[in-house]
Nanobody
Framework: VQLVESGGDLVQPGGSLRLSCSAS????????MSWHRQAPGKERELVAR????????DYADSVKGRFTISRDNTKNTVYLQMNSLKPEDTAVYRC?????????WGQGTQVTVSS
């Protein structure tokens, strides 16, 4: 089982990034997918999650209206489009796949928002 995130970078405030998480080794289309982040000295935070068919999404209040989660079950990939980035969005972003019985995490990708 693998979840591999990509797309993290250094970006200026107000900028945009698109994170990707490519999954393998499990039946992606049967798993809820989510993005989480953790900044230094802070607890891990759920950023966004998406249902197995992509029709239902949920966001942390801190990112509502700026971030969009989506998935492509034909490519076994979940995305996080991040717009209007703020310095407080700086963190390691990890994706997670969960079912009723199993829970998988990626290693993470660093997002740094700074001028």
């Amino acid at each position: 089982v693998q979840l591999v995130e990509s797309g993290g970078d250094l970006v200026q405030p107000g900028g945009s990034l698109r994170l990707s998480c490519s999954a393998s080794g499990f039946t992606f289309s049967r798993y809820y997918m989510s993005w989480h982040r953790q900044a230094p000295g802070k607890e891990r935070e759920l950023v966004a999650r998406i249902s197995v068919n992509g029709r239902t999404t949920d966001y942390a209040d801190s990112v509502k209206g700026r971030f969009t989660i989506s998935r492509d079950n034909t490519k076994n990939t979940v995305y996080l489009q991040m717009n209007s980035l703020k310095p407080e969005d700086t963190a390691v972003y990890r994706c997670r796949g969960s079912s009723g019985s199993y829970d998988y995490w990626g290693q993470g990708t660093q997002v740094t928002v700074s001028s």
